[in-house]
């Protein structure tokens, strides 16, 4: 048996002739399918970078799942309040998720992570003896912390 089941459907004509129509029905929900569109890759690929499921975001905004997986496999464009719904949830701009600029598909990043961010990029204009001097502090503060999660946040 291969999990699927069957059952008899009938119009009244064919229940008054005695007719059977079979109709089986698979138990196991159809395969996915995958974005069409570039709005519909862009909508999934940053959905899915914030660790949501189509459920998740159909909730967070208020809609169905049926709804999100219609703008990932459809990929019509959505109106402009639904857009801005997606752009707050999504915690990226309109001009990412409409392909305008690249979108940021790493996680959502906080003030404090931008900040530091910042300050290690100017790591750059320093000689490169002095950038592998920094890292070697980076790691052995991480190394003597343990799992590399700072206890208190780093404030300057």
Do not use: C
Not at 14 to 25: A, D, G, S, V, Y
Not at 73 to 92: H, M, N, S
Not at 104 to 122: A, M, S, V
Request: aromatic content about 8%; cysteine-free.
């Amino acid at each position: 048996m291969d999990g699927r089941y069957t059952i008899f459907v009938y119009t009244v004509k064919e229940f008054q002739e005695k007719r059977k129509m079979p109709l089986t029905i698979a138990p196991e929900m159809p395969a996915k399918k995958p974005p069409k569109t570039s709005f519909g890759e862009r909508l999934f690929a940053l959905r899915t970078a914030r660790g949501l499921t189509q459920v998740d975001l159909a909730k967070a905004l208020g809609t169905t799942q049926r709804v999100i997986s219609y703008y990932e496999t459809k990929g019509e464009l959505p109106t402009p309040d639904f857009l801005v719904a997606l752009v707050r949830i999504l915690g990226t701009t309109a001009d990412e998720l409409l392909g305008i600029k690249p979108a940021k598909l790493g996680p959502d990043n906080t003030p404090e992570q931008r900040r530091l961010w910042k300050r290690f990029q100017r790591m750059e204009s320093l000689p490169e003896k002095d950038q592998r001097a920094v890292i070697r502090l980076i790691n052995s503060l991480v190394a003597s912390n343990g799992n590399g999660h700072s206890r208190g946040s780093a404030h300057s």
